[in-house]
């Protein structure tokens, strides 16, 4: 009843493209406020929402807590979901607190109460107190979303709390409304932070990532194998034809801060660097990079590529050859039949997903000097045609098909 209460104190505006429906199927939810994030995210759920809008189901994009007078954040969202905002189906809904008076009067009585019952010193107690608090509130306001945007669906991408907390919210109001999460980015035993992930359906990208998650112990009704709706929408958008058209070896680099993690030491992400530089002397080659919305693998040692574009279609269309670490882009250009070399991916991904790429024609180097030696030995005309072919795989294409028969069928429409 406490919480019930507080949920009702909380007060937003809402404003959206169009008037907001009743009778929603689904509402997808996306936090990010950068620009490069949302472009990112957004097309995890393109054929998704070209699916509710064939099927003729109305369904939202919600942007929950966005700052006051950031107008620059709805320009985003309505750039990124442009070519569906001329159907009557979709819209772009746009949350913010109404009173930020409120919101610090109810922060600092959270902080004075779980200062009260944590223990430690008092500089630990007030740590502990203003994190408790600050995840409380959040946990608040996205209950009180929830109440605000009824649906029939909510879906999000794995890890975000707004989900576990909508699920929470679902379970003391008892609605009938279902949340689910979409996996976004590799599956791996060392994301911990999924261990008791509550949702009711996490669609994943493959069986590997499947046993991934139940090793992991997810809380969640049913973990589904869809394929990545992300790679619904590349794999159809990506030109192979325009390889025919290139002069030279395009290599693709596949950036991304890997410095964060154990398994990548300075010294050997200086060969790294070193590899791309000199790879870059090479007049039979054009190096591309694709840069990472969180950063470069290289701190204070930046880049020269040649690319005009960060745009991964317009990249993946053009290259014969890709270089990463272990980025779920790596998985695409397997799929797209191009040469991938993955540089300490062995450290990184469980046995299954190795064995995978590695059916998939992809390359797993021991040591970076390998790289140099493998582009050594490849020709433009051999290179050309090896990608030109068809894809590995197809059947990626219809995961939007699956999360929105799963969608439908939970309440047997």
């Known amino acids: 009843m406490f919480i019930n209460f507080l949920v009702k104190m909380l007060k937003f505006n809402v404003h959206s493209f169009r008037p907001l429906s009743t009778g929603n199927f689904l509402n997808i939810v996306i936090t990010d406020l950068r620009e490069e994030g949302v472009l990112q995210k957004s097309k995890s759920f393109y054929t998704i929402v070209e699916k509710c809008i064939k099927e003729e189901k109305l369904v939202n994009i919600i942007v929950p807590l966005v700052p006051n007078n950031h107008s620059d954040v709805n320009d985003f969202y309505l750039a990124s979901f442009d070519k569906y905002l001329s159907s009557d189906l979709f819209n772009v809904v746009f949350v913010e607190k109404q009173s930020l008076r409120l919101a610090k009067l109810y922060s600092l009585l959270f902080i004075c109460w779980f200062f009260i019952f944590s223990q430690g010193t008092f500089l630990t107690r007030v740590n502990l107190a203003c994190l408790s608090a600050l995840n409380f509130f959040k946990v608040l306001n996205f209950y009180a979303i929830f109440d605000l945007l009824p649906c029939d669906n909510w879906l999000g991408l794995t890890g975000n ?12 109001v008892g609605k009938k409304t279902r949340i689910s999460a979409v996996q976004f980015g590799q599956a791996s035993m060392d994301q911990f ?14 069986e590997v990532s499947a046993g991934v ?30 390889l025919q058209q290139q002069n030279r070896i395009n290599v693709l680099f596949i950036d991304q801060p890997v410095f964060q993690r154990s398994e990548y030491s300075s010294s ?8 791309l530089f000199r790879l870059l002397n090479n007049t039979q080659l054009n190096i591309l990079v694709k840069k990472h919305p969180r950063g470069s693998a290289f701190r204070g040692a930046p880049l020269v590529f040649n690319n005009k574009t960060d745009d991964i279609i317009e990249l993946m269309s053009i290259s014969h050859i890709v270089i990463g670490f272990y980025s779920n882009l790596c998985d695409l250009g397997l799929l797209k039949n191009r040469m991938v070399i993955f540089l300490g991916a062995e450290s990184v991904l469980p046995p299954g997903k190795l064995d995978w790429i590695v059916s998939h024609g992809g390359i797993i180097v021991d040591t970076v000097a390998e790289v140099e030696e493998i582009i050594d030995t490849v020709s433009i005309d051999n290179i050309c045609s090896s990608s030109v072919a068809s894809c590995v795989e ?20």
């Open 213 to 242: 998650y139940n090793k992991l112990g997810v809380d969640v009704s049913s973990v589904v194998v869809c394929g990545s709706p992300e790679f619904e929408f590349y794999l159809n958008a990506i030109d192979d034809n325009q």
């Open 193 to 206: 932070h999924f261990e008791d992930y509550h949702v009711d359906t996490l669609f994943v990208y493959d």
């Open 161 to 172: 709390a707004e989900l576990l907390a909508f699920k929470l919210r679902n379970e003391i």
């Open 394 to 413: 197809n059947h990626l294409e219809t995961s939007s098909n699956v999360i929105y028969s799963k969608l439908v069928n939970s309440y047997g429409a």
């Open 268 to 275: 050997y992400l200086e060969e790294v660097h070193g590899v």
